[in-house]
């Protein structure tokens, strides 16, 4: 066959992009399992970080996640629950848009809504060392037992330096990434209402 002729320039790159689809195909099938268990992983250590319960390896937290997070269906929801230093706290996982796309994560409230007890990030799409820093351990601490002002927390575009006050519903938005961070207040605030009004729906049906 001519090389030269648009026949062969057909079936060549026919073959060629068989070839990388078949390739691609294999090894989605041959990994998709493994990936299937890391994301298992990310959302059952996100649970527990927003709960504050603490593991040492992956085994730890798997058996942790099951002896102490009880998980109840409601309306199609998940929710968690697990006893923490004598307290009820509820946590559910929410998804809402932030500057660049979705972000996923839990969000755990202690059982009288009146303080978040813990927040943590499962995926972002966000840009990493701007809006990608809400994955940090600093900003996330900021709402750990943060009280609430009428179901609501408030970011605070300048920062606040040294005021670690977690009565005043306030957290301090990242640096180069005012959009992100009020998408966050946003987020956190939309899941506040519909965690704790699915709560109450649990203990209304007890």
């Known amino acids: 066959m001519n090389k030269q002729s648009k026949l062969y320039t057909i079936i060549f790159t026919f073959v060629i992009s068989f070839f990388f689809v078949f390739i691609l195909a294999f090894a989605n099938e041959f990994t998709k399992d493994r990936i299937a268990m890391n994301n298992e992983l990310f959302e059952i250590k996100a649970v527990l970080y927003a709960f504050g319960i603490e593991y040492k390896d992956n085994n730890d ?44 994560g839990v969000l755990a ?45 408030k970011v605070v575009i300048t920062p606040r330096e040294g005021d670690t006050n977690k009565d005043n519903s306030l957290v301090d938005s990242i640096t180069g990434a005012t959009n ?27």
């Open 61 to 104: 937290a798997y058996e942790k996640y099951d002896r102490e997070v009880k998980i109840i269906e409601i309306n199609d929801q998940k929710i968690f629950f697990s006893e923490v230093n004598g307290e009820n706290i509820y946590a559910m996982i929410f998804t809402g848009n932030a500057l660049w796309g979705p972000a996923t």
């Open 109 to 153: 409230l202690k059982e009288d809504f009146t303080r978040i007890h813990g927040l943590d990030f499962i995926s972002h799409n966000e840009t990493p060392g701007l809006g990608g820093r809400i994955e940090e351990k600093w900003f996330k601490e900021q709402f750990k037992n943060l009280k609430l002002n009428n179901g609501n927390i």
């Open 180 to 206: 992100t961070s009020l998408s966050i207040e946003t987020i956190v605030n939309q899941s506040v209402e519909k965690l704790s009004s699915l709560v109450e729906a649990i203990k209304y049906a007890e």
